[in-house]
């Protein structure tokens, strides 16, 4: 990410030295070169620092730490620490079944060809809503949780396919008609927390 970061820097600075170099040497823009120099500086330049840059954010927005900071969505990222088998996120996120540093990402992208896009999409209106103060007092799931989130981790995971209780409804589960979250419904519960003993990764 630093790397990024001092690329993007460097991309400013090559660009504002190139705008004042024009400016101080007016002559320039007359010839073939002149122009060719302008339109790298005030074009190309600009377009690569925003692409760059752009691409750096998208990664970082996959981090949990992103997630946390919207302090609105700090006790959900919390919940991944709640000290039970029960609750799916945590059990997930302490027993690396999702990578720790990408867990909100990883179960609340939409597994499609454009998941990525339309993960990003609604993280911008988030982040609209976040920061023009509209914010619900309960926060809810924009639309119903696929089983698509699931299974493209579960479908053909032994312990999935071989648990008795999935046998005899996996039909239904792989065409979304009966939800995952049926049986595994106990999730973020971010209202009991509170009351809820969290775990110490570490022993910290």
Known sequence: MNLIIFGIAGIIAVTIGIVVFIILRPSIRADMGGKVLIFIGFFLLPIAAIAV????????????????????????????????????????????LVPKDK?????????TIFGDVTSKMRGVRHLYLYYG??????????????????LHCHNGARSFEENPVHIGIRENLQSNAFSCLG??????DVANLANLNLWKEGGK
């Open 183 to 188: 049986c595994h419904n106990k999730i973020h």
């Open 103 to 111: 867990a909100c990402y990883t179960c609340h992208t939409t597994y």
């Open 133 to 150: 103060g509209m914010v619900p007092e309960q926060i809810k799931i924009l639309r119903p949780y696929e089983n698509r989130e699931c």
């Open 53 to 96: 840059g752009t691409s750096a954010q998208m990664e970082r927005s996959k981090k949990t730490e992103s997630c946390k900071a919207c302090h609105v969505m700090e006790p959900y990222v919390q919940s991944l620490y709640i000290d039970s088998k029960e609750y799916v996120p945590a059990f997930h996120f302490q027993n690396n």
